[in-house]
């Protein structure tokens, strides 16, 4: 066994990407912050030596970004070295993170720490460690609250990663890469920058009226690729939903070839099903000799509310 603290563990793990024995992380690494930066401490952690290392340069080599399918193992070994460092440190300091979790006995009952043989080295993962128990609890209850408070959601966003992205394709062209599937730290980046700048939109109320609250979680594909559920609570917006406010704010018309031909393009090309049914029985969709999805479906001219 070999420490993922070893300044040679991506080495020894990597020959092909690191062929002169360079060093990789280890503690004592210097931190040099900027003049602007807050940080204090005077070590680099590990995810930030990572992600140092993820980042393209035209005065660097390129063997690590262009390494196609090693670069995704590279990826997956790298996190999970750096889950394991969070993890490291949450064992080292449970006296001060359990503090808050057992402050009494009816809180160990609550949780139902009630048989004497689960007594031992349990360690408790505090809600700040993302992913865990408690930290999907906490999120959970916090956008019940949300609902709770506001009532139901108004709008119900899905925004999904592109890898045909000008960003992503300016960038394989000018450093190389063979395709963005090569690259899923930059598919990921483009996607969260864009994120940002949508969401910023939506709190000035660039296209909908000003929102009292939003909340939304990032999941990804089985392709690796990136989407967002959003939802959208506006502000002062109290009525019940009609086919006219709903055909207000949402549009499932093809757009005119002839005066939009940009948006005819995008909607032809991502989100128009088909073809299914008799005239394609090898579409994935089908099952059965049917369409899964239940298309092909009628054409309605406005919105229609069933009673669910």
């Known amino acids: 066994m070999i420490s993922d603290l070893h300044p040679l563990f991506m080495s020894l793990q990597y020959p092909l990407l690191f062929p002169y024995d360079e060093t990789g992380y280890h503690p004592q690494i210097p931190y040099c912050p900027t003049v602007e930066s807050r940080v204090k401490r005077e070590t680099m952690t590990m995810r930030e030596f990572y992600s140092y290392q993820l980042q393209t340069r035209m005065t660097e ?15 997956v070994d790298a996190y999970t070295a750096t889950e394991q460092e969070r993890l490291r440190f ?5 006296k001060k993170l359990r503090a808050d979790l057992y402050n009494n006995i009816c809180d160990a ?9 689960s007594i031992g080295t349990r360690v408790i993962l505090p809600s700040s460690f993302t992913a865990g ?13 949300i609902c709770r408070w506001f009532g139901n959601p108004h709008l119900f966003i899905t ?5 045909n992205w000008d960003e992503i394709s300016e960038h394989l062209e000018k450093y190389g890469g063979e395709s963005a599937n090569s690259r899923p730290d930059l598919e990921v980046r483009a996607f969260k920058l864009r994120l940002d700048e949508l969401m910023r939109d939506f709190k000035v109320g660039t296209f909908f009226p000003i929102p009292e ?3 939304y979680t990032i999941e990804f594909q089985k392709r690796g690729l990136p989407h967002a559920h959003i939802l959208l609570w506006f502000r002062g917006f109290t009525q019940e939903a009609t086919p006219s406010i709903i055909d207000h704010y949402i549009s499932a018309e093809i757009p005119d070839r002839e005066t939009d031909r940009e948006g005819f393009d995008l909607v032809q090309r991502h989100m128009i099903h088909g073809p299914c049914g008799d005239s394609r029985k090898s579409s994935p969709c089908m099952e059965k000799g049917k369409c899964t999805k239940n298309f092909p479906k009628p054409f309605a001219q406005e919105t229609s509310i069933d009673k669910s």
């Open 133 to 145: 128990p408690q930290y999907m609890s906490e999120k959970y209850h916090d956008a019940i609250a």
């Open 90 to 94: 949450v064992i080292l300091n449970q």
């Open 213 to 215: 609250a939003v909340v």
């Open 109 to 117: 009952l609550d949780r139902g720490d009630t048989d004497a043989k």
């Open 159 to 163: 925004v999904t990663a592109n890898p």
């Open 61 to 75: 080599g390129m063997i690590l970004i262009k390494s196609g399918r090693l670069l995704h193992q590279y990826i």
